[in-house]
């Protein structure tokens, strides 16, 4: 079978499924794991393309859309070239990959028309009963199967532990800084297996624009910054190159709640497997033990002094 991916948590589940042989396309944000990076890219990204500051890309993305422009660009002659059996699409956020009525033409002009699975997880389990769906489309549904259970098991031991817990750490997820955005759809029940309330994101719900006066009313004990799509290394960098904002963070980790930057990209962003390894992150961090040391390539505890450093390399 031809599967064409076109976003970064299906690819991933593809490749868990032992079928990266398999792929003839994915998107430019496909890239764990290692197997999958000689596939060839089809998705161009129209935003942020030369860097640019978290406000700079909110301000190409809004006008984008405010003008019925497209955010990304298929490759249309490569993606026909690869003559794809399944494509997997996605239609929960129009900002983050390509949606299926940018796949209409190019599907329409293929020869032999391909089975199209669209996905739209809202949640935890919303993702796992895809992995169930890209199985099942693949021909490995047994397969597939087996690898939700694991998942299951895994956010079930979590949730166990974490109900022994005396406390329940008020908890703020920021996936976006300037302007701030509070973290939604899985996030919050993310947070709330792990043992923490989240008391500004809603469970099964998008994200939304926030302030900073909103995240203070609300008390939190622990902030989480992830930004959309952001590693730890990126985010910390752009905290550094922040100005004014930066300041905010600086007082903020001097005085306030406790503020843990983690790696969104990999563990919270996108609707793949690895949503559970942020479960287990998420834990390890609110209810700290000796025997779940916090890896640093995955979260870090903001403290003034990492802003004042020079910027990561």
């Keep these: ?20 042989d398999q792929l003839v396309g994915i998107s430019h944000e496909c890239d764990f794991p290692a197997s999958v990076r000689h596939v060839p890219v089809m998705i161009e990204s129209l935003v942020g393309k030369d860097g640019g500051t978290g406000r700079e890309i909110d301000r190409q993305v809004k006008e984008l ?10 490759d249309e002659n490569a993606f026909c070239g690869a003559h794809p059996d399944l494509i997997l699409t996605q239609d929960l956020c129009h900002v983050c990959s390509v949606t299926p009525d940018q796949l209409i033409r190019a599907i329409e002009s293929l020869q032999c028309q391909p089975h199209v ?26 397969k597939g199967r087996a690898f939700a259970r694991e998942l299951r098991r895994r956010v079930d031991h979590v949730r166990a532990e974490t109900r022994r ?26 947070v709330e297996l792990a043992g923490g309330h989240d008391v500004l994101g809603s469970q099964d719900a998008p994200s939304y624009e926030t302030t900073w006066h909103a995240v203070e009313t609300a008390r939190p ?25 930066g300041d905010v963070w600086r007082r903020t980790s001097e005085q306030g709640p406790d503020v843990y930057v983690v790696d969104a990209a990999s563990f919270f962003s996108r609707p793949g497997p690895r949503l559970v390894d942020g479960v287990e992150l998420l834990a390890a961090i609110l209810h700290k033990s000796p025997a779940h040391p916090i890896d640093a390539a995955k979260a870090i505890k903001l403290e003034a002094t990492t802003l004042t450093a020079g910027c990561a390399s």
Excluded: K
């Design 1 to 20: 079978m031809r599967i064409c991916s076109l976003i970064p948590g299906a690819t991933e589940v593809v490749a868990a499924l032992d079928l990266a």
């Design 65 to 74: 859309v405010a003008s019925g422009q497209r955010l990304y660009r298929l």
């Design 117 to 142: 699975l669209t996905l739209n997880p809202t949640t935890l389990d919303s993702m796992i009963h895809d992995i169930e769906r890209i199985a099942e489309a693949a021909g490995v549904l047994s």
């Design 165 to 190: 817990t005396r406390s329940r750490p008020r908890v703020v997820c920021l996936e976006w800084l300037d302007p701030l955005y509070v973290a939604g759809h899985w996030v919050p029940e993310m």
């Design 221 to 245: 004990d622990v902030i989480f910054v992830m930004p959309c799509g952001y590693s730890v290394e990126r985010t910390v960098n752009d905290l550094r190159r922040a100005g004014q904002t």
